[in-house]
């Protein structure tokens, strides 16, 4: 948690369903969602949510798992720990002595850790919004990948966003916009003095410049929405951008572990 004097002076909005939410916010801007359109059962992993005006298809992914707690996480980053010892049988205790810090290769190899799950992810959205295009038959490059991380806290947005983007760069070609954005998880900009919400497009270069405008101004029609449902700030239309954007997320006291 943040100690900016007057950081958080009103705390986070109470948690709002994800799904139910985005449901009801591509129907006010004239999207489909997908359930409405194609019912049960149906024969294709389809997505989320159809822009007919772009044309452009979406698959929602609320990521809720804290990745570093699974077996597989943990097995990996000990194996680290071993490596750090065998190379150095002191390293443990200056650490703790604060004589010392971790090596250069070490918070790599800890992100590269993440690389499976994440991954995971993207394949089944890309399956899914290819699967949906199909059905539509929908060429252009115009598949979103809505990636809503509210639970996910072990990685600073910006290295979660850039983990995915460089998966991205030789996989998963239907996706063609990786937006990343929270929705009940607040984050602490670098520079910033205020809680924020991120809406974070990152744009494969198939992409045409009427699509990410698109993305651009689905944003801004989001923070309106959001701002009516909630009915308190969230982030305004100028943090809306494609750069670097350097935050961690905050935990609250009762989050910590």
């Given amino acids: 948690m943040t100690t900016t004097p007057g ?3 009103i705390g986070p909005h109470d948690p709002i369903d994800v799904e139910a939410t985005w449901q009801g916010f591509v129907r006010s801007v004239s999207g489909q969602v997908i359930e409405d359109l194609v019912p049960h059962p149906r024969t294709f992993e389809n997505a989320d949510f159809l822009f007919p005006s772009v044309p452009a298809v ?4 609320e990521i809720k798992t804290e990745f570093e707690k699974s077996d597989a996480f943990v097995k990996g980053y000990l194996s680290l ?3 750090l010892v065998d190379e150095d049988p002191d390293w443990g205790r200056r650490i703790w ?3 010392g810090d971790y090596p250069n290769w070490f918070s790599g190899e800890v992100i590269r850790l993440f690389r499976p799950p994440i991954s995971r992810v993207l394949k089944k959205a890309n399956r899914q919004i290819k699967e949906t295009k199909e059905y539509f038959n929908i060429v252009d490059s115009t598949g979103v990948l809505i990636f809503v991380n509210d639970g996910f806290t072990a990685l600073e947005p910006h290295l979660v966003r850039a983990l995915a983007c460089s998966l991205l760069a030789n996989s998963y070609s239907s996706i063609d916009c ?3 954005i929270t929705v009940n998880r607040y984050v602490e900009v670098h520079g910033g003095d205020v809680p924020k919400l991120l809406w974070l497009p990152t744009f494969s270069d198939r992409v045409s410049a009427s699509m990410s405008e698109f993305i651009n101004d689905l944003g801004r029609r989001w923070y309106e929405f959001l701002e009516k ?5 969230t982030v305004p239309t100028e943090e809306i951008k494609a750069g ?6 905050i935990v609250l006291p009762d ?3």
Wanted: aromatic share 16%; no cysteine.
């Fill in 7 to 9: 950081f958080w002076d």
């Fill in 58 to 61: 979406a698959e929602l992914k």
């Fill in 81 to 83: 720990v071993q490596r």
């Fill in 97 to 99: 002595a604060g004589e």
């Fill in 178 to 180: 990786f937006l990343y």
């Fill in 229 to 233: 449902k909630i009915g308190q700030f």
């Fill in 244 to 249: 670097p954007v350097l935050s961690r997320a």
């Fill in 255 to 257: 989050e910590k572990r």
